[in-house]
């Protein structure tokens, strides 16, 4: 362990390519490359990993995420709200891997007039919260309905006579083009719906935080944390409760053989729809799918982060899990309940330990208001990062199998090698060639790209990126810094200290405290998730409700993304379990069967023996 | 002086100002006691028994002379006085009454013990200050694991001697009651000796912030005393005041242990080998029960409280905390700014702290 603190992490425009990823920027857009050209900005400016959201290295196409979400966050923070003390946050990829800088306004007089702009606007939404949050889920829901009527045109070999009687200027081509803008559009406004609420959100609970930390400087943000949240239902929970809604339904028609007896989920659901009870049970499964199993097994920040509806294999195995339950006699109900009170005995507790009435009355005024804006911050995500998520990934792919079709490339996925303004280039070179019929540069100049591409990125898959670049900054300044992604004085100088390399330890965020040793499950994805048995230590990329059945089996958990506010932090805290989010590699760095210490106060996971018991399984 | 009052009074049986007639530590001892608090049982030998054995041996009137002819800002003088007057309480032994009184108090002890000849602590309490003073003026006279009448009465004497301490005296100089025996006098207290695996001090606050949802407790092997002398690294254990979860266990390094001296009396120091050293000596559970009466005491006392513990065997062995000591926190408790001033609406709150967050600089 270094003792002496580091005033500056390597150098941003310094780090070396891994080997074999040579010419890894080739696939991204020249603005978010670190380069000579703006260098002495660059250099000035602290960059962190986004190891909360972009733990694994970025697809070309998946970079609108990033995109549209860092236009959002300074389009709202700086031009609309004028946050005081920050702008936005800028955003580079290096070797594939997200690096964000916060950009705090270090000017006083311009901080104090940015304050009364902000305690106008920023004002009209806390005074108006309630109803405005009504509103924008109206708003939302009217956006998510016309994303699902975008229908993609189809490029006939004859367009219809309807065009000439109806004297229709506009061919297919146009459409398609059309398409393909109102879809990026979609997504593009997804991400402003997603920061019109939750940035001075974050500015609440930030104000919150500061001010318990001030109050009890001992304190831990799990406390700060189980004081605000759990509010209400949250929609994200939505899929796990018709999950076991319909577990209860299957137990009471006496359907447990047709989810045990195996088999993929669509042969199960044909099986089920052989029998009146099975018919029965398959009504109700309708009347849950959709739009809540459009959760992902993700945080809906990648194209690969699938649907439960996209992969119904999360559904077969959670049923299974929660008939298995039923079937013992278990109790289904979430310990939200407890969770709850017990935020409230936490927060009673703190607030009488305060010294004064005043300080009474501006907790009670500061947890008010955290407490109130926690419902649309927990549940803005259900919407945003999933539901409407999914609905764009899957237009992206019918738009993908058009560009098979046509010979640009071989497989769906392959459209998310092409950075966004690629596959505008694409589409064009399309357009082109389909309406005289004449030959395409694309279908030769994108398989190879494609598929050095993808080596590139599965090498970039076990390179570590530094947590941070750049000097360490004078001030943090902006509150989604601190409460999102973690950047302090504390995280920084985790970051600057070393990790023991001999022991294997990895460093991520303590989300949950307690110390749990045992056997490391790796799940990388739902199909592994029924592989996970009782008591082991849950090592996941990341996870979300629609983990949730998992959750009841494990005795800690590790994933590579995340934050205090994430929903393994949540979820391990209702249970009870110790967890370090934020970690970075862990599904890469840990194998199953390796024994391993999860130290959920310190944010460090070791693995004690490097031996794996083969017993267990890969 | 009342006429009525005992020479020696059971501390349950202490009546009216206890504080004037046992002292500050005994009284506290007695009201933690009252309050319910596992503190053990214990006899005051009140300032009505020191007042008689000076009337009735004149021992007062020789200190009364020897007192006279001190000079207060003479260390010399006040040392070369204070040993004289030592030297006095070692030859004159207390009065047969006061003695027989003495040992029926310290026969009850043995009933109650259960043990022939128990082992009590002896210690000097002051009266007419409060304990910090009182702690400040040395008269903080401590005899442990004093056996049998003789080693208690000659403790009792040497608790009395300890009135006219260097420090006492140059203390008492400055107070209006003058030099002399005065109007206050001094009392003993005599309680049943805790016979500690472990002990240590336990803070309802976090040693360096000052976090009121904390109970810091630092623990050592055997007597308290290497861990308020500062002898060992104690094993420091934090609880949360709120959650009543452990947040911090730091083993410290215990490497000695005060033990009584079975042969001599007293107390004698041991070589703690290293593994017990370095292992924490106090588990969760206890830690916990330990932090409730730190809350429960600082809730009665309405202050932060700097407790002194121990943890005995009781008589089947069986591990008992006991108490020993409390007083309000002195160091770092000055007016405290509030941490917020109210303000009009949620809305100011957040730009208030935001401004703040702008002039925030990075702690690395």
Redesign the interface.
């Known amino acids: 362990m270094a003792n002496k603190?580091p005033?500056t992490f390597p150098d941003p425009l310094s780090v070396p390519t891994p080997e074999g990823c040579e010419g890894w920027e080739e696939m991204y857009p020249y603005y978010v490359l670190f380069s000579e050209d703006r260098a002495e900005y660059e250099r000035s400016k602290f960059w962190f990993q986004n190891r909360y959201h972009l733990m694994d290295p970025l697809k070309p196409f998946d970079l609108v995420t990033p995109e549209f979400c860092y236009i959002a966050i300074a389009n709202r923070n700086n031009r609309i709200f004028q946050?005081?003390?920050?702008t936005g946050v800028d955003f580079r990829i290096v070797n594939g891997y997200g690096y964000l800088s916060g950009s705090?306004?270090?000017d006083?007089e311009r901080?104090?007039a940015r304050?009364v702009t902000?305690?106008q606007r920023?004002?009209h939404y806390?005074?108006n919260w309630t109803e405005i949050e009504k509103d924008w889920l109206e708003r939302a829901k009217g956006e998510i309905a016309k994303l699902e009527a975008l229908e993609m045109p189809d490029l006939p070999e004859l367009e219809d006579m309807s065009l000439v009687t109806n004297h229709q200027a506009h061919g297919a081509g146009y459409e398609m083009h059309q398409f393909f803008n109102r879809l990026m559009e979609a997504k593009h406004l997804a991400w402003h719906f997603h920061m019109e609420m939750i940035l001075?959100g974050f500015?609440?609970y930030?104000?919150f935080f500061?001010?318990c930390q001030?109050?009890?400087?001992?304190?831990?943000k799990q406390?700060i944390a189980n004081m605000i949240m759990g509010m209400g239902t949250t929609p994200m929970n939505r899929a796990d409760d018709e999950l076991k809604r319909l577990a209860r339904v299957a137990v009471d028609l006496d359907l447990d053989d047709a989810f045990r007896s195996g088999g993929s989920a669509e042969e199960i659901f044909e099986r089920l729809a052989d029998s009146d009870t099975g018919r029965q049970w398959l009504e109700e499964y309708d009347k849950s799918k959709y739009p809540w199993f459009m959760v992902n097994t993700g945080d809906g920040m990648y194209s690969h982060h699938r649907a439960w509806l996209d992969d119904p294999r999360m559904i077969v195995t959670g049923l299974k899990g929660y008939i298995t339950e039923l079937r013992a006699g278990k109790d289904l109900s979430r310990p939200q309940e407890q969770q709850r009170a017990e935020g409230d005995?936490?927060a009673q507790?703190?607030r009488e330990?305060?010294?004064?009435e005043?300080?009474r009355?501006?907790?009670d005024?500061?947890l008010?208001?955290a407490r109130l804006v926690s419902v649309h911050i927990e549940g803005h995500k259900f919407y945003i990062e999933h539901w409407w998520h999914g609905l764009f990934y899957n237009k992206v792919r019918d738009l993908s199998r058009v560009f098979v079709r046509y010979g640009f490339w071989n497989d769906t996925e392959d459209i998310f090698y092409l950075h966004q303004a690629e596959v505008y280039e694409a589409l064009i070179d399309m357009l082109l060639t389909w309406a005289g019929e004449w030959p395409a540069r694309g279908p030769k100049y994108w398989p190879p790209k494609v598929q050095r591409r993808r080596e590139i990125l599965e090498r970039l898959q076990d390179w570590t990126p530094p947590p941070a670049l750049g000097p360490?900054?004078?001030?943090?300044?902006d509150?989604v810094l601190s409460m999102l992604w973690g950047v302090?004085?504390d995280a920084?100088?985790e970051w600057?200290t070393p990790v023991d390399a001999d022991t294997t330890q990895l460093r991520g965020t303590p989300a949950s405290?307690g110390v749990v040793e045992g056997l490391a499950r790796v799940v990388h994805g739902v199909d592994q998730m029924d592989t996970v048995q009782q008591g082991e230590i849950l090592v996941a990329p990341t996870t979300n409700p629609s983990w949730t059945p998992v959750f009841r089996r494990i005795s800690a958990c590790v994933a590579d993304g995340g934050g205090m506010m994430s929903h393994a932090a949540i979820v391990c805290r209702e249970h009870g379990l110790p967890a370090v989010v934020g970690a970075g590699r862990a599904t890469r760095a840990v194998k199953t069967g390796q024994r391993i210490r999860v130290d959920g106060n310190t944010g460090i996971v070791t693995i004690l023996e490097d031996r794996v018991d083969r017993g267990r399984g890969e | 002086m009342s006429a009525e009052l005992a020479p020696v009074v059971w501390f349950d049986e202490l009546e009216g100002d206890v504080r004037a007639v046992a002292g500050g530590k005994s009284a506290s001892l007695v009201e933690m006691r009252r309050a319910g608090f596992p503190v053990p049982p214990g006899f005051a030998i009140t300032v009505a028994a020191f007042e008689r054995f000076g009337e009735e041996t004149g021992v007062h009137a020789k200190v009364e002379r020897l007192v006279a002819t001190v000079d207060p800002d003479s260390t010399q003088s006040l040392r070369a006085v204070s040993e004289q007057i030592a030297a006095l309480a070692a030859d004159v032994r207390l009065p047969a009454d006061l003695m027989r009184l003495v040992e029926s108090a310290y026969r009850r002890m043995a009933q109650e013990t259960g043990e022939d000849d128990p082992a009590v602590a002896v210690r000097s309490s002051a009266v007419g200050e409060d304990s910090a003073d009182a702690s400040f003026a040395g008269q903080q006279e401590t005899y442990l694991w004093v056996r049998g009448l003789t080693e208690l009465e000659l403790a009792v004497r040497r608790c009395w001697a300890s009135y006219f301490s260097p420090h006492a005296l140059s203390y008492r100089a400055r107070l209006a009651g003058g030099l002399g025996v005065g109007t206050v006098g001094m009392s003993v207290g005599v309680q049943q000796m805790a016979d500690a695996d472990v002990a240590g001090v336990m803070f309802t606050r976090s040693p360096t912030k000052n976090d009121r949802s904390i109970v810091a407790i630092e623990a050592g092997l055997g007597l308290g005393v290497s861990v308020v002398a500062g002898e060992i690294t104690p094993d420091e254990i934090w609880v949360n005041k709120v959650t009543r979860e452990i947040v911090k266990r730091k083993p410290g390094n215990k490497r000695l242990r005060y033990v009584p001296d079975r042969d001599t009396g007293g107390t004698r120091c041991e070589d703690v080998p290293e593994d017990e050293a370095t292992q924490l000596c106090l588990d969760d559970e206890t830690a916990k029960q330990l932090a409730e009466y730190g809350v429960r005491l600082e809730r009665h006392y309405g202050a932060a409280q700097d407790v002194e513990w121990a943890l005995t065997r009781g008589a089947d062995d069986t591990p008992t905390l006991v108490l020993l000591q409390s007083r309000p926190i002195t160091t770092g408790q000055g007016a405290k700014e509030p941490v917020a001033t109210p303000l009009p609406s949620q809305t100011d709150y957040v730009i208030k702290q935001l401004l703040a967050t702008s002039r925030k600089k990075v702690q690395m």
């Open positions: 603190q005033n946050l005081p003390p920050a705090p306004v270090l006083e901080v104090a304050a902000f305690g920023a004002g806390f005074e001075i500015g609440a930030h104000t500061e001010f001030q109050a009890f400087p001992e304190i831990d406390s005995r936490i507790g703190y330990l305060l010294e004064s005043d300080d009355k501006a907790f005024a500061m008010g208001l360490v900054p004078e001030v943090v300044g509150p302090d004085g920084l100088r600057a405290s």
